[in-house]
């Protein structure tokens, strides 16, 4: 079939092909692009994407007041439990952005950000084991 | 008026989010004033230090450095007026803007450039984002490969974005020399 929005190797991994693919930020908050299987982060009054592969795990946390934080973290190599992909091999030198908070003004909406990353997450894992099952 | 192009929505982006407003370029500089009042920018000419251009979501954004080491970043230009102002920047400045281009691939490896007090993070020589040093609360090393920075809580500035980067930290390689010394702030 087509791979259209598959999560590669990581030395292909594309969440968007064009500038203009890119949905128009609402409200400077954090989404979620099912369709591309990405996340977009508010930094610096643009939306940055980052593609679901890349997130190692995501959670919040509500404070006193009504506000909350949300943590999400990245894949990067050597640490425990990544699995061991050698395409990343081809960027030891690379830096990578390894964890992002952000604090957030709307805990209901971070509650479903936390939902829909998860969610993503694990769709697209089990649908790339099931691949790499169907492959060997 | 001959002198200079108005535009009516551009919005000057920063940390917390953006505000919408006009921006004037002139043969004296440019000037931007926030819709509703408030809030403005006025670049003189022989302030101004270089330019860029860069595609952005149905958008283009000029990006304007200063002598005294600021950056503004203004959204909203159509691919017009791209054209229109890279020579009007030429003839009545002497500056060409430069093109960057935004990866948009969602790859959380690259590379730093520290420029200024601009931290830009490259993927495959496409910047994907954009930091202000000077926004930089606290720096810390943690273990011997990551890099944190936390940013100042700012709920002074009419902050539009909801969710807002409180802490983003790098994962530096051994193999990587090249920020051995720079760890901490320039």
């Known amino acids: 079939g087509t791979s259209r929005g598959a999560v590669k190797p990581s030395g292909e991994l594309i969440a968007y092909k064009n500038v203009n693919d890119i949905p128009l930020p609402r409200d400077f908050m954090i989404q ?55 395409s990343l091999l081809k960027f030891q030198e690379a830096i990578y952005v390894k964890e992002v908070s952000f604090h957030s003004k709307d805990p209901r909406h971070i509650s479903e950000v936390v939902q829909l990353i998860k969610t993503l997450r694990r769709q697209v894992a089990s649908r790339e084991s099931e691949k790499a099952e169907r492959a060997t | 008026m001959a002198d200079g192009h108005l535009f009516n929505s551009i ?15 002139h043969s004296g500089g440019i000037v931007w004033k926030k819709q509703g ?10 302030d101004l230090i270089g330019l860029t251009w860069m ?7 000029l990006g304007v450095r200063t ?3 600021l950056y503004y970043k203004f959204t909203g230009f159509r691919d017009q007026d791209v054209s229109s102002l890279t020579t009007f920047f030429q003839t009545s400045c002497g500056i060409a803007p430069e093109e960057k281009q935004l990866s948009v691939s969602g790859k959380n490896w690259g590379e730093v450039d520290l420029n200024g007090n601009m931290l830009t993070f490259l993927v495959g020589s496409k910047q994907a984002f954009e930091i202000s040093l000077a926004d930089v609360a606290q720096t810390q090393l943690q273990g011997k490969n990551d890099v944190m920075l936390e940013f100042h809580v700012d709920d002074t500035t009419g902050a539009n974005e909801k969710d807002s ?17 720079d760890e901490n702030r320039p």
């Open chain 2, 37 to 46: 009042g408030g809030k403005a920018v006025e670049v003189d000419k022989s």
């Open chain 1, 32 to 86: 979620v692009d099912q369709k591309h299987e990405a996340i977009l982060l508010p930094i610096y009054g643009n939306m940055v994407p980052f593609h679901i592969a890349t997130v190692k795990s995501v959670s919040s946390q509500q404070d006193t007041s009504r506000t909350c934080y949300i943590r999400i973290i990245f894949n990067v190599p050597g640490a425990p439990f990544t699995p061991q992909d050698s």
């Open chain 2, 165 to 181: 980067l409180m802490e983003i930290s790098f994962h530096v390689p051994n193999s990587n020399t090249e920020f051995l010394g």
């Open chain 2, 55 to 61: 595609k952005v979501p149905r958008s283009n954004q």
């Open chain 2, 11 to 25: 919005s000057l982006g920063g940390r917390g989010g953006t505000n919408p407003g006009q921006l004037r370029v």
């Open chain 2, 67 to 69: 002598r005294d080491g």
